[in-house]
């Protein structure tokens, strides 16, 4: 069955502290791959996005993320978070017809 | 401004009363679904459409109606709400089936 599986349900980190939050599927076929982000009371806007080529992208505000095609993952990454990245983080995988998004990760960062 | 518009922001409703939640795109999108967001469970797919005419049920459509009369909108209807459809519903759209989301501002639903 096709699913996607966040690791982290909640992870709380200091400012400056570094950041990766897992991201695992399980689909048939090609993909395109999305992290999302939604700060409080606010629509999922998109943080960056894998379609081809290069497996390491590059997203807004310092975010990156990494394809292990052979591992099904797509891991999210930020060399050192601050408090206004402080949101839920949501993983996204697209294939012909729909896109499915796992069950999100709450990041709180500590001042 | 490109944009995917909801209404209402908020609706407060009692069970077996029939709602519409309108949404609307101006970018002349393709593609328009349908979500709701509930807490551990991260966003399922109600309904989606690929065009006019065209839709197709998403992981969790039961409870639910859309239709796709014109490109730009796609309104999500419940026939006879329940309290198990209280959620905060998002409508998005993109290009092609493929590609960037663009998300609405969500709409919380509450089904007393």
């Known amino acids: 069955a096709q699913s996607v599986s966040q690791h982290n349900h909640h992870v709380i980190l200091s400012e400056a502290a570094s950041l990766e939050l897992g991201c695992n599927y399980s689909y048939g076929g090609t993909v395109n791959l999305f992290w999302y982000v939604q700060y409080p009371g606010q629509h999922l806007q998109l943080l960056l996005k894998y379609f081809s080529g290069d497996p390491l992208v590059k997203g807004i505000k310092g975010f990156e993320a990494e394809f292990i095609k052979s591992k099904f993952s797509f891991n999210l990454r930020k060399p050192s978070v601050q408090w206004s990245d402080t949101a839920e983080y949501f993983c996204?995988?697209?294939?012909?017809?729909?896109?499915?998004f796992g069950a999100g990760t709450r990041l709180t960062v500590k001042p | 401004e490109a944009q995917v518009t909801q209404n209402p922001r908020y609706l407060i409703t009692v069970t077996g009363k029939k709602l519409t939640v309108t949404c609307s795109q101006n970018m002349n999108h393709e593609y328009m679904s349908w979500y709701r967001q509930d807490p551990g469970l991260g966003l399922r797919q109600i309904y989606y459409?690929?065009?006019?005419?065209?839709?197709d049920k998403g992981d969790v459509p039961e409870g639910y109606k859309v239709s796709r009369k014109e490109k730009r909108n796609f309104p999500l209807i419940l026939e006879s709400p329940s309290p198990n459809q209280t959620s905060l519903y998002f409508c998005?759209?993109?290009?092609?089936?493929?590609?960037?989301?663009?998300f609405g501002s969500g709409t919380q639903l509450s089904v007393l």
């Open positions: 459409s690929m065009n006019v005419e065209v839709t």
């Open positions: 996204a995988v697209q294939g012909d017809n729909d896109m499915r």
């Open positions: 998005a759209s993109s290009l092609g089936r493929r590609g960037k989301l663009f």
